[in-house]
């Protein structure tokens, strides 16, 4: 099944894949440095693409001996991979080429070639940002979250990766028409040179927020707030816990979450009781999320009745998990 990010990739990937061979056509006729440029940036996108797919097919694999919890943390992985290309093939080597346009400057001809892959490709990019922006407005749910927070807060790189992407490719294909129309038109050599560094500048930025938000996700990071807030009023609905003593959670990937609980129960509870409690924590945690995929539940040695024979059960739910 393709979920909203598979398919976000996947129309990033179509266009991006168009974009890069028009812009290297028109960049052959041209001798535009700037469009040369905008061309190794789609073709890295492109690339970008295919790896983000490649980390969403391996991060879908089911658990095994050697990943008892999942491979989906090795999404992240791949995700980090994205940045680093993004900044050696992309804001490297466009800074390079910047540079040795401005030492060696080389003619623009045929300004309106490229100008004109530059509308196609704003049109590509366009279209792409825009189902991305339209999957980010649905995973916020209406609730008023601005952009960048909502990248920062993400735990799904597929989409906050095309959502960068697409947004520095749309600022790039500007600043690379200035530089050919003011290479051509207004006779300044130097533009073309200028406007590829700017490129390279801000691909390098780019890679760096990529790099910096995956890994977080790889050293591991909780629930965002609002999906703790949840979380937490799902157990204040469970009949003989008397208090939410501990919780962690995991991002083991962008579709499962896993929750530790220490939890004080009600004196007089049984073992059976306490057991119960336990199946239906893990159920109100996942009708609260459905990204709930493991929950581990600690019942707190404080409140424990103090005989040894009826804590003894109790070590034993340490065990009781996943439900």
Known sequence: MVTGSTFVILVALAGNLAIAIAKFVASWISGSTAMYTEAIHSLVDTGDQILLLIGQKRGERPPDARHPLGHGMETYFWSFIVALMVFLLGGVLSVYEGVRQILEPEPVVSPWISLGVLAIGATFEGTSFRIAYREYRRVVRGRPTRLWDFIKASKDPALFSVLLEDSAALIDIGTAAIGVVAATFFQVTWADGIASIAIGLLLASVAFVLANETRSLIAGEAVAPIVMERLQKALARIGCITSLDEVATLH???????????????????????????????????????????????????????????????????????H
């Open 252 to 322: 083991l990937g962008p579709g499962a979450i896993l929750v530790a609980l220490t939890l004080s129960f009600r004196r007089d509870s049984t073992t059976d009781m306490i057991e119960d409690a336990i199946r239906d924590v893990t159920e109100a945690l996942q009708e609260a999320d459905e990204r709930v995929v493991y929950v581990y539940v600690r019942p707190s040695e404080r409140v424990a009745n103090p005989d040894r024979k009826e804590r003894e059960p109790l070590a034993r739910d340490k065990q009781d998990a996943p």
